[in-house]
C-alpha cells in the first residue's frame, strides 16, 4: 500500500510551491496524494498564476471536492502519512486552530490533529498579525503539527526563484519522510 499524503491547497500565495511539492510526492513512486483545492485557492490560481486547475489536478493520485465531507480524509480510519497544506491561509490556520471542520481541508487537519500525524502548515501572510501569530503558537504545540512559512531562503545560494521554491517544498515534504534529489542542506561550510 502507498503512503498517501493529503494536501490542502488555499486561497494563499504560494502556488508554485504547492505544485513543487505534488512533483516531488509523485517523483517518490511509494508516495500518492490526495489533493483538496479550497474555492479561493481556485481564485488565487487564476489570479497570481498562468497554471491551469485541471492540470494542477492531474499532478495528483486523487482528487477531493472541498464539499465532500464524507470522502476518505474526514475520517481517522483512513490512513495517511499526515496531512501538508500549502499554501496555507490565515483564515485556513484560524479553521484549524479553532476545530472547525466545516469542510474537507478543516475536517481532514482536524482528523490529522487528533490522529497524531504530521500535519504541515505552509502558512502565508504578511505581516502577521497578533491573532495570526496567536493562532500559529498555540498550533505549534500540538503533537505532529508543523507551522513551515512560505519564507526566502538563501543558504542554498539559489541562483532563480525556481531553486528557491525547489527548495521551500523540499523542506515541506521532509516532515513525511520524502528526501528530495537536489535538496542541499546546510553543512556548516
Ligand atoms: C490573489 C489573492 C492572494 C491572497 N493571498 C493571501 C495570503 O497570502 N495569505 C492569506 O492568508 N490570505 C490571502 N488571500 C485571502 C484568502 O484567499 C481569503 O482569506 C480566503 O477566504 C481564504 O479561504 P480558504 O482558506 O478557504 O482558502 C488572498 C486572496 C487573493 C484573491
Not at 494536501?7 to 512533483?23: F, I, Q, R, W, Y
Request: proline share 5%.
Amino acid at each position: 500500500m502507498k503512503k498517501k499524503i493529503i494536501v490542502g491547497v488555499s486561497g494563499a500565495s504560494g502556488m508554485p510551491v504547492m505544485v513543487e511539492c505534488l512533483k516531488l510526492i509523485r517523483k517518490h513512486p511509494e508516495y500518492e496524494s490526495g489533493l483538496i483545492l479550497s474555492d479561493s485557492a481556485k481564485i488565487t490560481i487564476e489570479k497570481e498564476t498562468d497554471f491551469e486547475i485541471s492540470k494542477i489536478e492531474a499532478m495528483a493520485d486523487e482528487v477531493f471536492s472541498m464539499n465532500e465531507i464524507g470522502a476518505g480524509p474526514a475520517s481517522g480510519s483512513y490512513q495517511t502519512e499526515g496531512m501538508l497544506i500549502v499554501p496555507c491561509s490565515m483564515k485556513m490556520v484560524a479553521g484549524i486552530h479553532s476545530g472547525y471542520g466545516e469542510n474537507l481541508i478543516l475536517r481532514s487537519a482536524d482528523v490529522t490533529i487528533k490522529e497524531q500525524r504530521p500535519l504541515v502548515l505552509g502558512v502565508r501572510e504578511t505581516p502577521f498579525s497578533g491573532i495570526h501569530l496567536r493562532n500559529m503558537q498555540e498550533l505549534s504545540l500540538m503533537p505532529g503539527v508543523r507551522i513551515m512559512p512560505l519564507m526566502m531562503t538563501f543558504y542554498h545560494r539559489p541562483k532563480n526563484i525556481e531553486e528557491m521554491v525547489y527548495h521551500m517544498a523540499a523542506k515541506l515534504v521532509e516532515p513525511f519522510g520524502i528526501e528530495a534529489e537536489k535538496y542541499r542542506r546546510w553543512n556548516g561550510e
